[in-house]
């Protein structure tokens, strides 16, 4: 088979280039001059075997060019087989392949099902078989990952006679080739022939009576509108591609048919999902398949294993490895080096290995095509100047499009000769692929998505030093477009970041990260021959360090982040590593994160083989952003502790989507006091769902939540996938409508709970009355129903405890501290009873009405001595009760002015001064310690004041003496109101939030004053 450019890369495979020209030879029609007539079978075998051959001929070898000579490859020799998995890694967000790459080199091959790509079609069990007809099959796979190859391995085999031989036709319609003809209008039998002559004898009228594959590869290339809402279902009628298209994947034109489609994740919606019966996906190289295949790749085994040694040694290099495409550019670059350039470093970042790439490339085809001795890297990029500065522009104009194909529209657009092509076949060999598709029509791209993102971020910087604002206008905007003398470095690569984070799919990501390299004065020497001159501004260079380190942006996804870490190892700096490795080796949890750091931690902990038993949010200090950043090593532990740590709605998209990871370690979830609401435990159910989820414990107390959880919750519980067997929805405003809705679920034989707390949710007589129906209907399974502080009366105690006397029931039951007054709104439903302890009362304070008022007076009272008692002008007491959990109470003051606090029992008993005025009291006043939080009230002003630290806060416009305090002990927070007088309305004054590390006594301050608890 002869060499020609119509070549494109099959991923992971040696680097090969794969024959793909639609246009075939004429079979041999021999037959046709024999006297004996052909019976039908012995014409359509005819007709099969003459498109066998064809098939063949096309996909039979591979073709790669490694150094100035090309090689034929049996596609059968070198083929390793890929995994294909029954279902989807749904465990990132479905664009974003880079983060896709990041999740996934971490987890090794998943344990799902495999399947032979020659058995995509085939049901995998008996019963899959009785229960549906697979005709349509999606396989999605990130870029370079093998998609197209499988399918022309799928191809061989069927030509060979190897597999599937109960299929007649194998019909291959490549997007690329399809975005051709979108414009005319066919029959499907006249689009079938203009794919594939050799069937030309067909009668289109037999179609249904043949057993036949239709494969669409390229999804993600596709240029089609793609609507589905078109009817067609005759096949000799004239219609439009996009028509043809979508009824036979809908099945109105030959339902009989397979359909076999491939696509990036990004472009799996184009196809609504109720027309697909099976999602498959290709996982790529696990570490075991890396090192295999360098060992295959390179020769020379001492060689393969310092390639192998070396990209071990780089996590971002390792990581990228998992892609078999870029598998192939690294054993290019480092075999070239290791072989021939002793003097030049090995690449270590990614900027590194594709400018060796590009230098590697231009030398070849200088040795191939142009008969030169030049190895002079400049030289080399000086020569091919013109022409790269065109691939670099036509790679950004269309990364920003989302094209990663282009036709000859695109090239023309830059200035690109499409009738000179021949004289830049070297570069149109390795890096930008010239193809072949359907009558010698050419389509181009180039060799992988990620060589077109490096030239992209080649054609910003070369823009960026000849101040050409044709490309930064994109990321600067208008203020900078009259002076583009006075752009610093440093703020187009911070306008570059801001670009790539406002995209939800990642599109810029890798780009960025070629960015950041590139502005390395010590890569640009490299690239000299191309960029201007070189730019040298150590300054600029700790700037731009410095923004990212520092960046912040809301509605970012956690995950993004991590390409930030990546723009930092490109520019050299390690530092954020370092700090996090020397953190986990020293276990010191009281360093103090970044954002930065938090963001590397996360990063570090993803990629560790290792599991942690638990991952407590609480226990890093940090800010709440920073704990945000934190969330993606749920992926890596047992148990996650993320209760009060103000994790929102966009939280559990990140941890939903977790919980979709087949590999998943995670079995118990705590996001207990946290403002999720019904839209954030909706996005949870979408996760509990899944196949992959094997959560058994879920504490969603005190997140705002409502009865519209519950209707979302019962469908989780109503799966058969869910594993669920403790759930806690307390202190959630569910009232009975809600608990109707849950016992829909728990009525449910796939419900599989246990244990149940419903504590403090507002529940009445009718909702213990829906749970008692519950428990008869599903009785197997739920031991402990938890419902204290609701008010389920006697009637309701009496439905639940009948449950309690059959004989083979093992419930637990707990309607303790029950009442009407549950049922109030607001934080009044966690009312607690208090009195005052007369051992810590001050001599100079009386307590009365059985020690609920304490009074201030001027002469002392005959206080028997106790050494938990205030002295001196400590003018103070604490109350009895212990509190460590929700508890509210109520206060009224008189006189000139009182302090309302909690304190620790630990704090100091006596004034180090007899003057409150000294501020030498900090040991022991309420709010002057670290023991002690206080709110203090004096005429119509508050103050609040803790560790000595003091604010003033505004009086509400209905002032009164009445003040409300909220304990929330596990959540940190400590709020006070102001309670009206006329209506009772709680006004919000102010709220502390700390962490509480141990119980709270309420206490009081009083001088010429008094305080009482309200009842």
């Known amino acids: 088979m002869k060499s020609d ?50 098939l063949k001929s096309k996909n039979e070898y591979l073709i790669e060019v490694i150094t100035v000579q090309e090689n034929q490859t049996p596609l059968n020799r070198i083929y390793t087989e890929l995994y294909i998995t029954e279902g989807e890694r749904e465990g990132v967000n479905e664009e974003h392949e880079v983060l896709q790459i990041e999740l996934s080199s971490r987890t090794q091959i998943s344990q799902d099902t495999q399947i032979h790509c020659n058995d995509i079609f085939k049901p995998l069990s008996s019963q899959e078989s009785k229960e549906k007809q697979i005709r349509t099959v999606l396989t999605k796979g990130i870029a370079g990952i093998g998609k197209t190859i499988s399918v022309l391995k799928f191809i061989l085999d069927w030509a060979e006679g190897n597999a599937n031989e109960d299929v007649n036709f194998l019909i291959v319609f490549p997007f690329r080739a399809l975005n051709l003809v979108k414009d005319k209008q066919y029959s499907l039998h006249e689009l079938l022939l203009e794919f594939h002559p050799e069937l030309k004898e067909l009668n289109p009228m037999k179609y249904e009576e043949y057993k036949m594959v239709f494969i669409f590869d390229g999804l993600d290339e596709s240029r089609l509108q793609l609507d589905f809402s078109k009817r067609l279902y005759d096949v000799t009628t004239a219609s439009s591609v996009d028509a043809l298209v979508t009824n036979l994947i809908k099945g109105n034109l030959l339902p009989s048919a397979n359909i076999w489609i491939t696509s990036r994740p990004a472009a799996t919606n184009l196809v609504p999902s109720r027309f697909i019966n099976r999602v498959t996906e290709i996982q790529g190289f696990n570490d075991s398949q ?127 000769d499409v009738s000179d092509a021949t004289v830049h076949s070297g570069i149109c060999t390795e890096i930008f692929k010239e193809e072949s598709v359907l009558h010698q029509k050419k389509v181009y791209c180039f060799v992988h998505r990620s060589v077109q993102e490096f030239f992209a971020a080649l054609y910003v910087f070369y823009c960026y030093l000849s101040k050409n604002m044709e490309a930064l206008g994109y990321f600067l905007g208008e203020k900078y477009e009259t002076v583009p003398e006075i752009v610093p470095l440093d703020v187009l690569l911070k306008k570059a970041v801001d670009k790539a984070l406002e995209s939800n799919n990642g599109y810029l990501d890798l780009f960025i990260r070629f960015l950041h390299g590139i502005s390395l004065e010590s890569n640009q020497k490299f690239l000299r021959g191309v960029l201007t001159h070189t730019e040298s501004n150590p300054e600029s260079r700790k700037k731009a360090v410095k923004n990212l380190k520092a960046m912040q942006h809301k509605n970012v996804q956690p995950e993004r982040w991590i390409n930030i870490l990546h723009c930092l190892t490109e520019m050299h700096d390690c530092s954020v590593h370092e700090v996090i490795q020397e953190f986990l080796k020293s276990k010191m949890h009281k360093t103090r994160f970044t954002l930065a750091h938090c963001t590397a931690l996360a990063y570090m902990l993803l990629m560790s083989e290792e599991v942690l038993d638990e991952f407590d949010l609480r226990k890093y200090n940090t800010s709440d952003e920073g704990r945000r950043r934190l969330l993606p090593a749920v992926r890596c532990c047992r148990k996650a502790v993320f209760a009060g740590c103000k994790l929102t709605e966009q939280s559990c998209e990140t941890i939903a989507s977790a919980l979709r990871s087949a590999d998943l370690p995670l079995r118990e979830l705590d996001l207990s006091i946290n403002d999720l609401q019904d839209s954030g435990v909706k996005l949870l159910s979408a996760g509990l769902v899944n196949a992959h989820c094997k959560l058994e414990i879920l504490r969603l107390a005190d997140c705002e939540l409502t009865e519209e959880s519950c209707e979302a919750v019962a ?77 389920p009366g006697d009637s309701g105690v009496k439905l639940l405890s009948a449950k309690l006397e059959d004989p083979h029931s093992q419930l637990k039951l707990n309607v303790d501290k029950g009442g009407e007054f549950r049922l109030r709104p607001g934080p009044r439903k966690y009312v607690c009873k208090l009195t005052l302890d007369p051992n810590t009362a001050n001599t100079h304070l009386s307590l009365t009405e059985a020690n609920t008022k304490a009074t201030w007076k001027a002469e002392r009272q005959p206080h028997p001595y106790h050494p938990g008692r205030f002295k001196g002008f400590c003018y103070q007491v604490l109350c009895r009760e212990s509190l460590s959990g929700r508890c509210y109470w109520e206060v009224e003051w008189g006189g000139n002015g009182a302090a309302i606090g909690v304190a620790y029992k630990g704090i100091n008993r006596r004034a180090l001064s007899d003057h409150y005025w000294t501020g030498n009291n900090d040991k022991s006043w309420l709010g002057y310690n670290d023991k002690s939080w206080s709110l203090y009230c004096a005429h119509s002003t508050f103050s609040v004041r803790h560790n000595n630290q003091s604010d003033h806060i505004p009086a509400p416009p209905s002032f009164s003496r009445r003040i409300g305090v909220y304990l929330d002990w596990l959540a940190g927070s400590l709020s006070f109101y102001n309670v009206s007088s006329d209506t009772g309305k709680l006004t919000h004054l102010y709220t502390y939030r700390s962490t509480f590390t141990e119980p709270l006594y309420p206490g009081f301050w009083m001088w010429d004053s008094s305080v009482s608890l309200c009842q």
């Open 290 to 416: 890396k090192e295999e295949y360098f060992r295959k790749r390179v020769s020379d085994q001492d060689q393969a294993s310092r390639i192998i040694s070396h990209i071990k040694a780089s996590k971002s290099l390792h990581i990228m490895c998992h892609i078999p495409v870029f598998c192939w550019i690294s054993a290019i670059v480092l075999q070239q080096i290791q072989g021939q350039d002793k003097c030049v470093e090995i690449p270590k970042t990614l900027t590194e290995m594709y400018i060796h790439f590009l230098i590697i490339q231009t030398r070849i085809k200088n040795q191939k095509y142009e008969e030169g001795t030049e190895n002079d890297p400049k030289s080399l990029l000086e020569s091919n100047k013109e022409i790269f500065l065109k691939l670099a522009k036509l790679a950004f104009n269309q990364l920003l499009r989302g094209n990663i194909m282009f036709y000859e529209e695109d090239l023309r657009e830059c200035d690109i």
């Open 5 to 54: 450019s119509s070549m494109i890369d099959r991923p992971g495979f040696s680097g090969e280039k794969v024959p793909f020209n639609l246009s075939v030879s004429t079979c041999d029609q021999s037959d046709q001059n024999t006297k004996q007539e052909p019976t039908v079978n012995d014409f359509l075998l005819r007709i099969i075997q003459c498109h066998k051959a064809t």
């Open 715 to 791: 469908s989780v519980l109503q799966s058969v996938n869910c594993p669920l067997k403790e759930l806690d929805l307390s202190h959630n405003d569910l009232q009975d409508s809600g608990v109707k809705l849950l016992c829909v679920g728990l009525k449910n034989p796939h419900c599989k709970l246990e244990i149940l707390r419903l504590s403090c949710c507002l529940v009445t007589e009718e909702g213990c009355s829906s749970l008692a129906s519950a428990l008869c209907s599903n009785p197997s399974h739920l031991r402990e129903l938890d419902l204290s502080y609701n008010h």
